[in-house]
């Protein structure tokens, strides 16, 4: 019966999340139970196109995103796919109201990957981060507000702010891995993926004011989703202060990241926060 393919297919997602990303898997699960599985497809269906743009290298890049995007668009045409993730996903999509516009910014930011390897204006890094972060934040947002279209419109602008925040503190954290494994380089501000002392204050300042915005919306998102789009903010405001105190020349010479008892102590702190509602 379709309904156990259905239940699966989550299953899937959830176990990619779970792979993929401990702490967006930590966040997750503190959604409330009826969203988690919605969160779920949507990060699995974005880590799997990633996925073909970051690590096949030893494959055809441009067939693999061919043949994944025809199947996305079948899977939402017809309401099925025998592919799990996308299943789940197009499920999600259509439950949500999701606008296939937004899943379109998004397949064209992953398929930039394949050929662009620098960002030398604010345009063209703007557009990458919108279809690459800000309309996940969209589509998770269609999920939290349950069909509400007018907190929808309210929250559009935090929503993108907060993706775009995640999005620019990943870059930060990988420069070493763009630049040496994907010959990348996403920051205009900076010239052959090296990243000076002056370039990351005027980077960190940026993602500061998105987290200012952001943050404004948290405090608007209904209950069920509240607590855990605060936890994952408090993680990357804390990733983002440990890149603050690290020397440009450490963080092009390594990935920063946070161990797993911080991890569980910002969580721990989340809770108290949240319950003390001193958010």
């Known amino acids: 019966m379709k309904e156990l393919f259905d239940k699966l297919s989550y299953q899937c997602s959830q176990k990619v999340t779970s792979m993929y990303s401990t702490s967006f898997s930590l966040a997750v699960k503190m959604l409330s139970p009826k969203i988690q599985k919605d969160i779920y497809a949507i990060y699995g269906f974005v880590r799997f196109a990633d996925e073909i743009v970051d690590t096949f290298h030893d494959f055809d890049k441009e067939i693999l995103l061919d043949e994944f995007e025809n199947d996305l668009d079948k899977a939402i045409e017809r309401r099925i796919s025998l592919n799990p993730i996308l299943n789940s996903f197009q499920e999600v999509v259509h439950k949500n109201n999701i606008e296939k516009a937004l899943i379109d910014h998004f397949m064209k930011s992953m398929r930039a990957d394949l050929y662009k390897s620098e960002y030398q204006s604010i345009e063209e890094y703007e557009d990458y981060i919108y279809g690459s972060a800000d309309v996940v934040g969209l589509m998770c947002l269609k999920v939290f ?28 954290r990988d420069i070493k891995d763009d630049t040496e494994d994907l010959h990348r380089s996403y920051f205009p501000h900076i010239q052959g993926g090296v990243i000076d002392s002056a370039a990351k204050e005027q980077i960190i300042d940026e993602i500061n004011k998105d987290f200012q915005e952001a943050y404004e919306g948290i405090l608007q998102l209904p209950i069920e989703a509240k607590f855990g789009v605060y936890t994952a903010f408090i993680y990357y405001r804390k990733l983002l202060r440990k890149l603050t105190e690290t020397k440009a020349s450490e963080i092009n010479e390594k990935r920063i990241r946070i161990s797993n008892p911080m991890k569980m102590f910002l969580l721990t702190k989340s809770f108290v926060n949240y319950k003390l509602n001193l958010l």
């Open 145 to 172: 507000v349950q069909g509400d279209q007018k907190k929808y419109d309210e929250l559009k602008g935090p929503a993108m702010k907060l993706g775009s925040a995640f999005q620019k503190v990943n870059f930060l």
